[in-house]
């Protein structure tokens, strides 16, 4: 709007019908179209079409079929536009509209823009960070291979950084792998330590040896820290019914690992296996989940007896 004139535009006490506008166009496109239309303000009509709002545009942006067509849609809806002409296309419309009418449409449009600007520049930096990990068989070379981290690894980077609380769900362990020393190591420095796995009523030795590593060498205060719970059921016939199978580590909720590795030594040394470490509020969410099922499963008493 050329400087010294008072804006008279009206604000969001009678708000757009239609954001059409704001959702295809940048604010400052739209500003320098609704300044296009206010020049001629005193005037009760003008006839708009696709080349006249491309010189109301910024000299370096050209407007798309699809933009323009936008505010076609706004201005027929809110600045009570008439079609005096049609075309192959919407965009090739031709429209008679007043330029009062229309310069406080693209007003609204431009707050509605900024408005959608800052939701959009909000979401983007309070969306989760997410990093790709994966073990790889020998052999395999990644193409993308500086994106994606070895679970082994960042697993233990995500758990020897815990302050609070470490969740675990995994079905399986071999306790000579780093990331149980890592965990053990937990609740004697104060950290809280919760384990959701599977049939320890039977277990197998790699499980007892992987579970006891947990608790052995703790102090009482440390052992108060330490939940471990199982959650699996057979049928009367002795068949599997359910069982956990969830790989994750979930860590101060601020921070977790999903994917489908166990913590045994084929998972992360040999096998593909593939999953994400999120940080943020799905990894708030996750903890949730977890203390859910934790809180439906099994508590279970260690050291377990062979």
Known sequence: MPDGEEN??????????DFAIAQQLPPSVIEHLRDGF?????SPQTTVNQT????YAPSEYTLSARA?????????????????????????????????????TLDRQYVAALAIEEVTERSRKSAPDVS????????????????VGAISARARDLVLGASDTVRIANPYFDADQRIVDDLASLPQRGVNLRVLTRETEDPGDDLIDALNTLHEGLDREGRSRLEVRDLYEETDWGRHKLATHAKLAIVDETSCYVGSANLTKTNLSANFEFGIIVEGAPATRT???FDDVFAAADPVELPLLR
């Open 8 to 17: 008279n535009m009206v604000g969001f006490d009678d708000p757009p019908r």
């Open 38 to 42: 206010a020049k001629f303000r005193d």
């Open 52 to 55: 006249t709002l491309q010189e």
């Open 68 to 104: 323009v067509e936008a505010v076609f849609v706004g201005l027929a809806t809110d600045a009570e536009a008439e079609q005096i002409s049609t075309g192959d296309r919407y965009a090739d419309y031709t429209f008679r509209v007043s330029p009062q009418l229309a310069a406080r």
């Open 132 to 147: 790709l990990v994966a073990t790889l068989p020998d052999g395999v070379t990644l193409s993308e291979g500086d994106a």
């Open 287 to 289: 903890a949730a989940v």
